[in-house]
Nanobody
Framework: QVQLVESGGGLVQPGGSLTLSCAAS????????MGWYRQAPGKQRELVAV???????NYADSVKGRFTISRDNAKNTVSLQLNSLKPEDTAVYYC?????????WGQGTQVTVSS
């Protein structure tokens, strides 16, 4: 059974930072492409960042230079460091895994940026 469990969301002031983590089980993690997506109220889910099994990273233009994705294959975790947060970053953030042509999602973690 594949499980992706996110943690680390919360309320933060504009300009602040958060670190999101996703623990994966039930997949060959080191061979999976891992990513973070987000969905704000009334909007479609969008890609935030992705990291391939080879460590190649890609970011949405809106977060380049502010967010950093990383992975730890020994711990089966993928993290997203969120810096210089803006109110428009407020959304539910979802962990995503692509492995053997299958796509898996976590349950999501809320990030709210507000003063």
């Amino acid at each position: 059974q594949v499980q992706l469990v996110e943690s680390g969301g919360g309320l933060v002031q504009p300009g602040g930072s958060l670190t999101l983590s996703c623990a994966a089980s039930g997949i060959s993690f080191s061979f999976a492409t891992m990513g973070w997506y987000r969905q704000a109220p009334g909007k479609q889910r969008e890609l935030v960042a992705v990291i391939t099994s080879g460590g190649i990273k890609n970011y949405a233009d809106s977060v380049k230079g502010r967010f950093t994705i990383s992975r730890d294959n020994a711990k089966n975790t993928v993290s997203l460091q969120l810096n210089s947060l803006k109110p428009e970053d407020t959304a539910v953030y979802y962990c995503n895994s692509r492995w053997l042509s299958n796509i898996y999602w976590g349950q999501g973690t809320q990030v709210t940026v507000s003063s």
